[in-house]
């Protein structure tokens, strides 16, 4: 799915009143484009998500979603449309007791019918489904624990294994490695962006890794302050653009101010950056 969004104002619905959290900002990803969004606390990284599932209107500007405005059409025809993307919070709203086969397969309900739905609440429908998909994530022995019993990394990897259920084009994933170590970070990472590539979906994440998103994307959006203040294909992504995207922010950047941000593609040693 393709998003086009074109000077796009936006206030989170949290803020304070008048307070802005996207100033004009102009995005667009071709379908099957994988795309990293970075920046500062506080940057409206998470409102720019929101904004490009439908789920915020802007104050002013456009968005179109496959060619097509959201907001002019009727209230179930932008439900249809929410249907085929996949939002994915920090914090999944995981209900504490239920079983995870059951969580992981609310990826599906876009796709099922009521009847199905209430179903497969008591007698899972794709328990196959779910264990393939919690397996890419190291998680297929809590097929049937229940939520309360996962810690918090497990629960985002269960958030996370939904994505790979859903029938959805674009995927829009708000801090995926937030609770998890570096080497579940890295596995996580690259089990959602080698299924992005082989369905050909639309992947458009926030993060703060600095370091994983140089590693893993082609192309990086560095956000501030409600604005953009770069778009660049990684390679063209260098330790001054960084140092300027996370100026006064400098606790949420490590790494050497004289060294490049440069992938690890390009050199056999780690870009030495990240975000905590």
Known sequence: ??????????????AA???????????SLRAGERLAVIGPSGAGKTTL?????????PSSGQLRLAGTDPWSQSTRALQRQRGRLFMAPQTPPL????????AVLAGRLPAWS????????????DIAGAHDALDRFDLADKLFARVDRLSGGERQRVGLARALLAPATLWLIDEPLSALDPTRA?????????????RGITLLTTMHQVDTALAHFDRIVGLREGAVAFDLPTPQVSR???????????DELD??????????SATPRPVAMHCR
């Open 95 to 102: 209900p504490p007791r239920q079983r995870v086969v059951t």
């Open 255 to 264: 790494g050497a101010p004289g060294e490049p941000a440069t992938p690890p």
């Open 17 to 27: 009143r008048g307070t802005t959290a996207l100033r004009g900002v102009s995005l």
């Open 186 to 198: 890295e596995q996580a990472i690259t089990a959602l962006i080698a299924v992005a590539r082989e």
């Open 114 to 125: 009521l009847a199905t739905s209430l179903r497969s609440l008591f007698y899972p429908a």
């Open 240 to 250: 001054d653009h960084l140092l300027r995207l996370y100026a006064q922010h400098e």
């Open 49 to 57: 998500l929101q904004v490009a599932a439908a789920a915020l209107r």
């Open 1 to 14: 799915m393709e998003i086009d969004l074109q000077a796009a104002h936006a206030r989170h619905p949290a």
